[in-house]
């Protein structure tokens, strides 16, 4: 089977560099025209040039692929806005979002400023749901949309000292879960993606041999999978070395304490039963928690 993206339309954000460069380039490659997108900012979103994103267009165009350089800041949604334009105008469609623009500024959480907090969820959280907002009347229209949001380990499980990056990354696993329930009826599925490679906002956190092993391109075949005519949709994807795994977020299936054993002292008493990961479930929706604790209540009254 070839996942084929003859005729398809995507959009890559911060595709001037690392991960989102490999996936503007194989994209194109595979048949897709590419808007490659890129503010050109260092790591910690300072600054900015369309230099990162025109080289990368270069690179697919000598290749004899198709495609367009967007610098805008995903931050900015009238700058969002033109660049969606901007496509239909070239293309007529955009097929695929892949929300990868991120910046980082880590600090233990005692010593962040919140403007260091407000920056990173401002540019993950917030440039995501500009593209995904200027895209939505595009691919509801046209009844077809594949949607990636760049998650992180680092939200999913937590890391030290990314706590504004975490909270970003986890908070677009939240937009996902909604987007892909409002999506269904117009095929647009969304989808996240956690990768693990060599980049430069990676490049202090692992030894040489493990950077070697951590290729970019690595991870793409993650990408293709969620973005193609056939992808699935709300998976977390987790990408790394050759390496795939899913992330879920489960229910356990619980207790319940009738009125009179409803205490603290009991669900402390309880907590394991709680916890206890055997038979949990991954929800279709977050109605599923109303609709088992309910479930509990009106089943011990028979
Ligand atoms: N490398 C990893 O191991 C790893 C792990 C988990 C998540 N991620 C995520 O993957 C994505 C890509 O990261 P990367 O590792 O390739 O790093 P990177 O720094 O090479 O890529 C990020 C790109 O985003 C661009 N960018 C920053 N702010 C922007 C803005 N406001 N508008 C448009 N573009 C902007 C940057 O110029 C840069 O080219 C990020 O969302 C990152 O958080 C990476």
Redesign the pocket.
């Known amino acids: 089977m070839t996942l084929d993206f003859t005729g398809r339309v995507a959009i890559v954000?911060?595709?001037?560099?690392?991960?989102?460069?490999?996936h503007a380039l194989e994209l194109a490659k595979r048949g897709a025209k590419v808007v490659v997108?890129?503010?050109?900012?260092?790591?910690d979103?300072s600054g900015?040039s369309g230099f990162?994103a025109e080289a990368v267009v270069q690179e697919i165009r000598n290749a004899g692929g198709d495609a367009i350089a967007s610098?805008?800041?995903?931050?900015?949604f009238a700058a969002v806005e033109d660049m969606i334009s901007t496509t239909i105008r070239t293309w007529g469609r955009v097929d695929i979002l892949i929300?990868?623009?991120?910046?980082?500024r880590d600090k233990s959480f005692a010593k962040m400023e919140l403007d260091d907090f407000r920056t990173v969820m401002?540019?993950?959280l917030m440039?995501a749901v500009h593209c995904c907002k200027a895209v939505w009347p595009v691919m509801t229209e046209q009844k077809y949309g594949r949607i990636v949001m760049?998650?992180?380990?680092?939200g999913l499980f937590g890391n030290f000292g990314q706590s504004n990056?975490g909270a970003a990354?986890m908070a677009l696993v939240g937009l996902m879960q909604t987007l892909s329930l409002e999506g269904a009826k117009y095929d647009i599925r969304v989808n996240s993606?956690?990768?693990?490679?060599?980049?430069?906002?990676?490049e202090a956190?692992f030894p040489p041999e493990f950077l070697q092993a951590?290729q970019?391109a690595d991870?793409v075949p993650a990408m293709l999978v969620l973005t193609c005519e056939h992808a699935p949709t709300r998976q977390i994807l987790c990408a790394?070395a050759g390496g795939f795994e899913a992330a879920h977020i489960c229910l356990t299936q619980g207790i319940w304490l009738p009125q009179a054993e409803n205490t603290a002292e009991q669900l402390a008493q309880r907590l394991p039963d709680v916890q206890d990961r055997t038979q949990s479930v991954v929800p279709e929706s977050g109605l599923a928690q109303g609709q088992l604790e309910l479930g509990k209540a009106f089943n011990s009254r028979k």
Request: aromatic share 2%; proline share 3%; net charge neutral.
């Open positions: 954000t911060g595709a001037g560099g690392g991960l989102g460069r490999e997108n890129d503010l050109g900012a260092a790591r979103g900015g990162a610098a805008a800041s995903v931050t900015d929300n990868n623009a991120g910046i980082l401002e540019v993950h440039g760049t998650t992180s380990s680092s990056y990354k993606l956690a990768p693990t490679a060599a980049t430069r906002m990676t956190l951590l970019p991870v790394g």
